[in-house]
């Protein structure tokens, strides 16, 4: 196939065209994004062709809460360089994330981006992070495309080191197949690089930026195809040694020795895969000079694919295995076990059993038995025929009534009133919120809705993010300060780690945990409802039902939580 000078390929350029929604799949989950995006280098390490001058076309000034065509909610600034910015957004209609790309529409670059992304959106190979929009309004052209929170950036693989053999070869296997099929459509990268390949949380391997970067920063090829094998040679060449095949750093890894030269992955590093370090030095540019044992360059992604193929299959790694703790025999031992098997043909003794006991000490023993015994059924009875009689006297007065504390009298619990609850909102410490379009959920009277928290990975308080280092929870207005006496909650999972605190009865918009001075009950983990039953009311308009750590959800290592109803009686 002949080979496109530019990234993208012929699409019609009307701006009068209705946006283009990509048919493939949109996997997407809430969350807060551990990947961020961002396709900026500190060097241009690739060396994939010039680029255009972005003009005179200024970025668009736009805030964190803007929203695109009422739909598009704008959250986090990610990029902003050569006239365009990349954000973090949030698709309100399908409640998902998502990134956007965003630039003038006088912008020089304008029109091949939407080209790229239109016809990146055709492809519809779920390898590749899909476009899902292209859109150009009011003055404006955006493009919509996937946000992956469960998936990791190479670049943050491998800041802790190099990957293990069965992970390059999985890597350098579905990125090289994904390119082919890319090209097979006239479809080049020419910004493949460590920011550009994503691992997500299943193991599988997907590329963003397809066509679009390139035309985001007006790069073109006159070979897009041995640019592409290039790159991703030069990714399986940092998977393998942590370095960079080229003389400058970039993407955080260190390059190579100056003046040495392209030298193979094997000998940067002791115990590369010996497979995959040839393969690597078949990818990347050398000018035509390969070590002798090498075979020949590859120039396409389909001939590396075929050299992949061609190599033996990587298996993954064994689990580890740990051994079972040694037997440890006890030193009493009845009859024969434990002791070694008698050999053949040996006799073994017969031990006689030990005799009853006959003697005058025996006899006094059995008696002295026996006497403990009786007295201690005659107690026993004693004890629980004075219990039933006390029981009988007493009247149904003896209830008990628990407290916050645990603690507990003969008073009789009050009558309690439902209170009217006139508003909640998040408990956001940090100033930012996560799901606050849930928060009636909460108090809506119907436990089958809740207001939920976005899935978590790793740590279960709220991901260890700085914003969550307090938690979260929800605030709850009771509209005007009330006497409260009870307040009962149904969580949306049992497991969290939750208190329930109340403001003083003069607060006004409490936010912070030091506005809530009054504990109403420990923090500790709950279940799926707590009920909280004070022997003393509490005066306050504010409750803080605050969560610092969330259950796990599918997995170890998910986390997610929230509170299905709340209801406060007085």
Same mark, same amino acid.
Not at 362 to 372: D, N
């Given at each position: 196939m002949a080979e496109r000078s530019t990234a993208a390929v012929d699409v019609a350029d009307t701006s009068g065209d209705q946006p283009l929604t990509a048919k493939a799949d949109q996997s997407t989950a809430d969350g807060v994004a551990k990947n961020r995006e961002r396709d900026t280098e500190d060097v241009e390490a690739q060396g994939s062709g010039g680029t255009e001058s972005p003009g005179k076309a200024s970025p668009p000034e736009l805030h964190s809460g803007h929203k695109l065509a009422r739909r598009y909610r704008l959250e986090e600034c990610v990029t902003r360089l050569d006239g365009f910015s990349s954000w973090r957004a949030v698709d309100e209609k399908l409640r998902r994330a998502v990134g956007v790309h965003i630039l003038p529409a006088d912008h020089a670059r304008a029109r091949s981006v939407l080209a790229a992304a239109r016809?990146?959106?055709?492809?519809?190979?779920?390898?590749?992070?899909?476009?899902?929009?292209?859109?150009?309004?009011?003055?404006?052209?955006?493009?919509?495309?996937?946000?992956?929170?469960?998936?990791?950036?190479?670049?943050?693989?491998?800041?802790?080191?190099?990957?293990?053999?069965?992970?390059?070869?999985?890597?350098?296997?579905?990125?090289?197949?994904?390119?082919?099929?890319?090209?097979?459509?006239?479809?080049?990268?020419?910004?493949?690089?460590?920011?550009?390949?994503?691992?997500?949380?299943?193991?599988?391997?997907?590329?963003?930026?397809?066509?679009?970067?390139?035309?985001?920063?007006?790069?073109?090829?006159?070979?897009p195809q041995r640019a592409d094998t290039e790159a991703i040679g030069a990714l399986l060449y940092a998977a393998l040694t942590q370095r960079w095949p080229y003389e400058s750093d970039a993407y955080g890894l260190a390059?190579?020795?100056?003046?040495?030269?392209?030298?193979?992955?094997?000998?940067?590093?002791?115990?590369?895969?010996?497979?995959?370090?040839?393969?690597?030095?078949?990818?990347?540019?050398?000018?035509?000079?390969?070590?002798?044992?090498?075979?020949?360059?590859?120039?396409?992604?389909?001939?590396?694919?075929?050299?992949?193929?061609?190599?033996?299959?990587?298996?993954?790694?064994?689990?580890?295995?740990?051994?079972?703790?040694?037997?440890?025999?006890?030193?009493?031992?009845?009859?024969?076990?434990?002791?070694?098997?008698?050999?053949?043909?040996?006799?073994? =003794?017969?031990?006689? =059993?030990?005799?009853?006991?006959?003697?005058?000490?025996?006899?006094?023993?059995?008696?002295?038995?026996?006497?403990?015994?009786?007295?201690?059924?005659?107690?026993?009875?004693?004890?629980?025929?004075?219990?039933?009689?006390?029981?009988?006297?007493?009247?149904?007065?003896?209830?008990?009534?628990?407290?916050?504390?645990?603690?507990?009298?003969?008073?009789? =619990?009050?009558?309690?009133?439902?209170?009217?609850?006139?508003?909640?909102?998040?408990?956001?410490?940090?100033?930012?919120?996560?799901?606050?379009?849930?928060?009636p959920l909460a108090i809506d009277g119907d436990t089958s809705t809740a207001w939920v928290t976005p899935q978590y990975r790793g740590y279960a308080n709220f991901g260890n993010l700085a914003p969550r280092k307090e938690g979260s929870g929800l605030i709850i207005d009771l509209g005007s300060a009330k006497d409260v006496a009870k307040v009962d909650i149904v969580m949306y999972r049992s497991g969290q780690t939750a208190e329930v605190l109340a403001a003083g009865a003069s607060a006004e918009a409490p936010s912070s945990l030091s506005d809530f001075p009054?504990?109403?009950?420990?923090?500790?983990?709950?279940?799926?409802?707590?009920?909280?039953?004070?022997?003393? =009311?509490?005066?306050?308009?504010?409750?803080?039902?605050?969560?610092?750590?969330?259950?796990?959800?599918?997995?170890?290592?998910?986390?997610r939580g929230g509170i299905s109803e709340v209801r406060v009686r007085g």
């Open positions: 016809s990146s959106a055709l492809l519809g190979d779920p390898r590749f992070v899909q476009v899902l929009d292209a859109v150009e309004e009011n003055d404006l052209v955006y493009v919509v495309h996937e946000w992956l929170p469960d998936a990791t950036e190479l670049t943050t693989l491998l800041a802790s080191g190099p990957l293990e053999p069965y992970d390059c070869y999985q890597m350098v296997s579905q990125v090289a197949s994904a390119m082919a099929a890319a090209h097979r459509e006239g479809l080049a990268h020419l910004r493949l690089n460590p920011n550009a390949v994503l691992r997500t949380s299943s193991g599988q391997w997907r590329i963003r930026g397809l066509a679009v970067n390139a035309a985001l920063r007006g790069a073109s090829s006159d070979t390059g190579l020795p100056k003046d040495v030269g392209l030298i193979a992955p094997d000998q940067v590093r002791a115990g590369v895969h010996r497979g995959l370090s040839e393969l690597s030095m078949r990818a990347l540019a050398n000018d035509g000079a390969t070590a002798s044992r090498h075979e020949s360059a590859c120039t396409t992604p389909e001939e590396l694919v075929k050299a992949i193929g061609e190599m033996p299959r990587i298996r993954p790694p064994e689990p580890a295995f740990t051994a079972p703790p040694e037997y440890q025999r006890t030193t009493y031992q009845q009859g024969t076990y434990g002791r070694p098997a008698p050999h053949p043909g040996v006799t073994q =003794p017969v031990v006689p =059993p030990p005799p009853p006991l006959q003697s005058r000490t025996g006899r006094a023993l059995k008696w002295a038995v026996s006497a403990l015994l009786i007295a201690a059924l005659g107690l026993g009875s004693w004890q629980l025929a004075d219990a039933l009689m006390d029981r009988g006297g007493s009247s149904d007065d003896n209830q008990s009534q628990t407290t916050d504390d645990g603690d507990k009298n003969t008073a009789t =619990p009050k009558a309690t009133n439902p209170l009217a609850i006139r508003g909640a909102k998040e408990f956001t410490p940090s100033g930012s919120g996560i799901q606050e379009d849930e928060v009054q504990r109403l009950s420990k923090l500790s983990t709950v279940g799926s409802e707590v009920k909280i039953t004070l022997s003393k =009311p509490v005066r306050t308009r504010y409750l803080l039902i605050h969560i610092t750590a969330l259950p796990t959800d599918g997995s170890a290592d998910r986390f």
